[in-house]
């Protein structure tokens, strides 16, 4: 269980997108841990609010596959069973290869979103902040996928993102205490210069290594 964090003053004007934002950051950073009970009186007294915008909110953050409802028992963080988590990396690599085979070549500009959020991932890595790195790691693959110019394909590809960030989290923070803080940001590296290097082969190549090795079990 998580430790007991300070009361927060949200603003009425856009309290249900405030509190799912703290909400969502709470999870993906992984301050609130798969299968963690999200107890109303808890965290309505948390957030200085009432129930009814917080009860909108988890209504929201369980359309994004973060929290679930169970019968009787409330609502708590949302679980990935490890088969649940292989075959969302499945999909994710299989959208990922068909980006990239739709959408070589690419030019030095086309690059530029991945470099930024490479960037970011880095300084994330440098200050410890795991939870931005989790956001830029998971900006970073978006990124890759947005360069095949394919809207539906971005909207399927970002709720799998999105679910794999929880596992992603814990893995992070396994991958802190046994591996040097930017070797994350080199295997993202590597497979950004195979991209630059617009060879189909090269980077479905580089994307099968990435998808093998990228997270701890």
């Not at 609130?32 to 999200?38: A, D, K, N, T």
């Amino acid at each position: 269980m998580s430790q007991q964090q300070p009361v927060i003053d949200l603003s009425p004007a856009s309290l249900v997108e405030l509190v799912v934002s703290r909400l969502r950051g709470e999870i993906l950073g992984g301050d609130l841990e798969p299968g963690e009970r999200l107890v109303e009186e808890q965290v309505t007294r948390r957030f200085g609010i009432s129930r009814a915008p917080l009860r909108e909110a988890m209504r929201l953050l369980a359309q994004q596959g973060l929290v679930e409802h169970l019968p009787r028992r409330g609502a708590r963080v949302a679980t990935l069973s490890d088969q649940d988590a292989d075959e969302l990396f499945e999909i994710r690599d299989v959208l990922e290869r068909f980006a990239m085979q739709r959408a070589l070549p690419l030019t030095d500009a086309d690059l530029g979103p991945m470099r930024e959020e490479l960037a970011a991932m880095r300084r994330a890595a440098v200050k410890g902040d795991q939870l931005e790195l989790a956001d830029a790691h998971r900006r970073f693959h978006i990124a890759l996928v947005a360069t095949a110019g394919h809207r539906q394909l971005i909207e399927a590809y970002e709720p799998i993102l999105l679910k794999l960030q929880m596992h992603m989290a814990l893995n992070l923070r396994r991958e802190k205490e046994r591996a040097a803080p930017l070797d994350g940001v080199r295997r993202h590296a590597v497979l950004l210069d195979a991209v630059a290097t617009n060879d189909l082969e090269t980077v479905l190549a580089a994307l099968s290594a990435h998808g093998t090795h990228a997270y701890l079990r």
